[in-house]
C-alpha cells in the first residue's frame, strides 16, 4: 500500500490547478472558434448536431463535432444522448443578436494582435523591449491604421465589453442638465449612445482618431442617434471639443503619466463652465488583493507598453498635475469604476 507523503494532497490539487491556469489559451482559442462559427446563433433555434452545424457554415463535420464536444467539456454548451448540442446561458452570451454579447471581444482578444505580443512577456520584463512592436513591427495605435479590418474588430471589441458594463456605468453618470457630451477617444460611441438612450435629449459628440471617425460616421448616420450626434476626428493630444460632459473610457491606461497629464489638460481646456469629467477607468486594489485589473495591467504591458493601470492615489496625482480634481468616485459592480472631476 501506497502511504501518502505529508502535505501531498496539497501537492496534487496545487499542480491540477496550475495546469487548469496553463490550459487557459487552449479555452480562448475554443470560444474563440465557437464566436467564429456563430455556433451560438445556430443553437438559438434549438439543438443542432455538429452535421447540421457544419452544414450551415461549410466546416468539417468531424472538426466540428470535435470543437463542439471540447465546448461540453467547458460547460459552454450541452449535449444529449442523441448527439445534438444546446445551448446554455454561456454560449448565449456570444449571440449576435443579444444586446450584451461578448462575440466580438472574444473574436478581438483572441486575434493575432493581441496574443502575438503576449509571446514577448518574458523579453519585456527581462529587458524592457516592446512587445507590441516586437510582435507587429510597430505600436498597435499605426498597426491598426495600416490594418483597418484590425481597427474595425479592435472598434468592436470595445463596443461589445461596453455593452456587458455599460448598464452599471450609465446608471451612475447623471447626464440631467447636460446639454453637450463628448466621448473622447469613445471608438464608436458605445457609451454615449447608451447615455442617449437614457437621456433621449442628451446631444453629444464621438471624438476619434481621423480614420476611426470616418467609419464610424457612417455608422452613426444610418441610425437613430444621426439627428443628434456628431462625430469628429482628430488628436486628444492637440485638441479635444468642448462639451459640459467629457467622457474617457479606457483611455488613460493606454498612456504614461506624461501623456495622461497632457490628455486630460486638453479635456479640462474642453470643459465648459460647470462641466465635469467621467473617466471610466479599472482601479488596482491593494497588493494583496489587486483584482483583474492586475492581468490588464500586464496587457497593457504587451499591447500598449505605455500603459498601465492604476490605483485611485495614482488617479488623483494625475487630475491635481492636470488641474483637476476628484468630486466623486463610483464603483460599479463591474471591473471598471467612475471617476468623476472638475476643474480646479
Same mark, same amino acid.
Given at each position: 500500500?501506497?502511504?501518502?507523503?505529508?502535505?501531498?494532497?496539497?501537492?496534487?490539487?496545487?499542480?491540477?490547478?496550475?495546469?487548469?491556469?496553463?490550459?487557459?489559451?487552449?479555452?480562448?482559442?475554443?470560444?474563440?472558434?465557437?464566436?467564429?462559427?456563430?455556433?451560438?446563433?445556430?443553437?438559438?433555434?434549438?439543438? $443542432?448536431?455538429?452535421?447540421?452545424?457544419?452544414?450551415?457554415?461549410?466546416?468539417?463535420?468531424?472538426?466540428?463535432? *470535435? $470543437?463542439?464536444?471540447?465546448?461540453?467539456?467547458?460547460?459552454?454548451?450541452?449535449?444529449?444522448?442523441?448527439? *445534438?448540442?444546446?445551448?446554455?446561458?454561456?454560449?448565449?452570451?456570444?449571440?449576435? #443578436?443579444?444586446?450584451?454579447?461578448?462575440?466580438?471581444?472574444?473574436?478581438?482578444?483572441?486575434?493575432?494582435?493581441?496574443?502575438?505580443?503576449?509571446?514577448?512577456?518574458?523579453?519585456? /520584463?527581462?529587458?524592457?523591449?516592446?512587445?507590441?512592436?516586437?510582435?507587429?513591427?510597430?505600436?498597435?495605435?499605426?498597426?491598426? &491604421? *495600416?490594418?483597418?479590418?484590425?481597427?474595425?474588430?479592435?472598434?468592436?471589441?470595445?463596443?461589445?465589453?461596453?455593452?456587458?458594463?455599460?448598464?452599471?456605468?450609465? #446608471?451612475?453618470?447623471?447626464?440631467?442638465?447636460?446639454?453637450?457630451?463628448? #466621448? /473622447?477617444?469613445?471608438?464608436?460611441?458605445?457609451?454615449?449612445?447608451?447615455?442617449?438612450? @437614457?437621456? =433621449?435629449?442628451?446631444?453629444?459628440?464621438?471624438?476619434?482618431?481621423?480614420?476611426?471617425?470616418?467609419?464610424?460616421?457612417?455608422?452613426?448616420?444610418?441610425?437613430?442617434?444621426?439627428?443628434?450626434?456628431?462625430?469628429?476626428?482628430?488628436?486628444?493630444?492637440?485638441?479635444?471639443?468642448?462639451?459640459?460632459?467629457? $467622457?474617457?473610457?479606457?483611455?488613460?491606461?493606454?498612456?504614461?503619466?506624461?501623456?495622461?497629464?497632457?490628455?486630460?489638460?486638453?479635456?479640462? &481646456?474642453?470643459?465648459?463652465?460647470?462641466?465635469?469629467?467621467?473617466?471610466?477607468?479599472?482601479?488596482?486594489?491593494?497588493?494583496?488583493?489587486?483584482?483583474?485589473?492586475?492581468?490588464?495591467?500586464?496587457?497593457?504591458?504587451?499591447?500598449? =507598453?505605455?500603459?498601465?493601470?492604476?490605483?485611485?492615489?495614482?488617479?488623483? @496625482?494625475?487630475?491635481?498635475?492636470?488641474?483637476?480634481?476628484?468630486? @466623486?468616485?463610483?464603483?460599479?459592480?463591474?471591473?471598471?469604476?467612475?471617476?468623476?472631476?472638475?476643474?480646479?
Amino acid at each position: 500500500m501506497v502511504q501518502a507523503r505529508p502535505g501531498q494532497g496539497h501537492d496534487v490539487d496545487a499542480h491540477a490547478q496550475l495546469l487548469d491556469m496553463l490550459f487557459g489559451y487552449w479555452r480562448s482559442q475554443v470560444l474563440r472558434a465557437i464566436a467564429d462559427l456563430s455556433i451560438a446563433d445556430h443553437l438559438a433555434g434549438g439543438p $443542432l448536431s455538429a452535421a447540421e452545424v457544419a452544414t450551415r457554415e461549410n466546416s468539417g463535420t468531424d472538426y466540428t463535432y *470535435r $470543437l463542439m464536444r471540447a465546448g461540453v467539456a467547458m460547460g459552454v454548451l450541452t449535449a444529449d444522448a442523441d448527439s *445534438r448540442f444546446h445551448t446554455t446561458a454561456l454560449l448565449d452570451t456570444l449571440r449576435k #443578436d443579444e444586446a450584451k454579447s461578448l462575440r466580438d471581444f472574444v473574436l478581438a482578444i483572441t486575434a493575432t494582435t493581441h496574443w502575438l505580443p503576449w509571446h514577448h512577456l518574458v523579453d519585456a /520584463v527581462r529587458t524592457g523591449c516592446d512587445p507590441a512592436t516586437t510582435a507587429l513591427g510597430t505600436d498597435v495605435f499605426t498597426y491598426f &491604421e *495600416r490594418n483597418p479590418d484590425a481597427a474595425r474588430l479592435f472598434t468592436g471589441a470595445m463596443a461589445s465589453l461596453t455593452g456587458a458594463w455599460a448598464g452599471h456605468v450609465a #446608471d451612475l453618470i447623471d447626464t440631467t442638465g447636460v446639454a453637450r457630451a463628448v #466621448d /473622447v477617444g469613445g471608438g464608436n460611441g458605445s457609451l454615449l449612445r447608451t447615455l442617449q438612450e @437614457a437621456n =433621449p435629449a442628451l446631444r453629444g459628440v464621438i471624438f476619434d482618431r481621423p480614420n476611426v471617425a470616418a467609419e464610424v460616421a457612417a455608422e452613426i448616420g444610418n441610425s437613430e442617434f444621426s439627428g443628434r450626434t456628431a462625430v469628429l476626428g482628430g488628436d486628444f493630444f492637440e485638441s479635444v471639443p468642448t462639451g459640459d460632459l467629457l $467622457l474617457l473610457k479606457m483611455i488613460l491606461h493606454d498612456w504614461d503619466d506624461d501623456h495622461c497629464v497632457t490628455i486630460l489638460r486638453r479635456c479640462r &481646456e474642453a470643459l465648459a463652465p460647470g462641466a465635469r469629467l467621467a473617466i471610466v477607468e479599472m482601479l488596482l486594489g491593494k497588493l494583496d488583493a489587486p483584482g483583474l485589473a492586475a492581468l490588464m495591467d500586464l496587457n497593457m504591458l504587451v499591447c500598449c =507598453p505605455d500603459g498601465r493601470e492604476r490605483s485611485l492615489a495614482e488617479f488623483d @496625482a494625475l487630475l491635481q498635475a492636470a488641474g483637476l480634481r476628484r468630486t @466623486a468616485v463610483h464603483f460599479t459592480g463591474s471591473p471598471h469604476s467612475i471617476i468623476e472631476a472638475v476643474a480646479a
